[in-house]
């Protein structure tokens, strides 16, 4: 029912934890399932320079952030807020449908997190 790539991430899941004093933090949870997933970042020159996820879910949430955690790295904030949940699903080779919901927590919790830092620079900019 998984791709090789999903139970790779699920069996040894990469940049797993928390950052300390991270610049920015998203949280959000599944309506469906109830699953939560919270992913803190550092931004330098306006990159992600370091990224880290958390995840209270199933195999397909915890592969989906493990491999969103690689495909934000070193990105710009634009190009992370456009990361989708189907590239996290294409990148781990597809993930059976009744999962899809699950990569949306990945790409929601990524984009939550750029959108805090941003909400900081813009409170910090307005004094
Ligand atoms: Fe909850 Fe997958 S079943 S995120």
């Keep these: 029912m998984y791709s090789e790539k999903v139970m790779d991430h699920f069996r040894n899941p990469r940049?797993?934890?928390e950052i300390k004093d991270?610049?920015?933090v998203g949280t959000v949870g599944n309506p469906v399932?109830?699953?939560l997933m919270t992913i803190h970042i550092k931004v330098k020159d306006n990159t992600i320079s370091e990224i880290k996820f958390k995840t209270f879910g199933c195999g397909a949430a915890l592969a989906t952030s493990s491999m969103i955690t690689e495909?934000?790295?070193g990105k710009s904030l634009e190009d992370a807020l456009k990361i989708t949940r189907k590239d996290v699903a294409d990148n781990l080779g597809g993930l059976p449908p009744?999962?899809?919901h699950c990569?949306?927590?990945a790409a929601d919790a990524?984009?939550?997190a750029v959108k805090d830092y941003q909400k900081k620079q813009e409170e910090n900019r307005n004094g």
């Design 15 to 17: 940049n797993v934890g």
């Design 71 to 73: 495909l934000a790295k």
């Design 33 to 35: 399932c109830g699953d």
């Design 103 to 105: 990569s949306n927590l």
């Design 110 to 112: 990524l984009h939550e």
């Design 98 to 100: 009744i999962k899809m």
């Design 22 to 24: 991270p610049d920015g």
